[in-house]
């Protein structure tokens, strides 16, 4: 079965840090490229970043830009993020989802609840 | 950045009617880099087109995706029960992805 599944959520101080992770399974995930997304609960969905296959070629939304880092490891069919500086307003689920290159993210994982708040 | 909007907001519809949900981009975009997505509370986003008009695996062809530069359209011919959920367009022409604001189609 294809999956994606994110863990390391939680409650976190303003400018504090957290690591999420997304264990992919069913796939070969060294052809895809990688996304997180995250969405605030019953708002709209807001693009986070993406990595391509071999992670030679990523990019961030403005709003986690110098925040935010987003890593891969092939070998063990994992993608990352790593956010640093946390603020009050990157509360909010995080999904990873994996797309061919340029296509449709076609598998999301359930996501992942980031909460900062003092 | 490519901003898109979506039109309209709220669609109240009887199941069985047609269902023509707008996306318009700021910038023309490419087609072959255009989805679309639903979303069910409590879910995760599903694909149902890309490249502007191809339906994903899995996707019944009451769903159908239109549109070129500037102007996108998502329609479903005939509403089913599971098809009232939240719709939105999505961009990937350029480095930076974005989504529009969402279309809820909901039960009138």
């Known amino acids: 079965e294809v999956q994606l599944v994110e863990s390391g959520g939680g409650l976190v101080q303003p400018g504090g840090s957290l690591r999420l992770s997304c264990a992919a399974s069913?796939?070969?995930?060294?052809?895809?490229?990688m996304h997180w997304v995250r969405q605030v609960p019953g708002k709209g969905l807001v693009w986070v970043s993406r990595m391509n296959v071999d992670g030679s070629t990523i990019t961030y939304a403005d709003s986690v830009k110098g925040r935010y880092t987003i890593s891969r490891d092939n070998a063990k069919n994992m993608l990352y993020l790593q956010m640093d500086s946390l603020r009050v307003d990157d509360t909010a689920v995080y999904y990873c989802?994996?797309?061919?290159?340029?296509?449709?993210?076609?598998?999301w994982g359930q996501g992942t609840t980031v909460t900062v708040s003092s | 950045e490519i901003v898109l909007t979506q039109s309209p907001g709220t669609l109240s519809l009887s199941p069985g009617e047609r269902a023509t949900l707008s996306c318009r981009a700021s910038?023309?975009?490419?087609?072959?880099?255009f989805a679309w997505y639903q979303q069910k509370p409590g879910q995760a986003p599903r694909l149902l087109i890309d490249a502007a008009s191809r339906r994903a695996t899995g996707i019944p062809d009451r769903f159908s995706g239109s549109g070129s530069g500037t102007d996108f359209t998502l329609t479903i011919s005939r509403l089913e029960p599971e098809d009232f959920a939240v719709y939105y367009c999505?961009?990937?022409?350029?480095?930076?992805?974005?989504f529009g604001p969402g279309t809820k189609v909901e039960i009138k």
């Open positions: 989802a994996r797309s061919p290159a340029w296509g449709g993210m076609d598998v």
């Open positions: 999505q961009q990937y022409d350029r480095s930076i992805f974005t």
């Open positions: 910038q023309s975009i490419n087609s072959r880099y």
């Open positions: 069913g796939f070969t995930f060294t052809t895809y490229w």
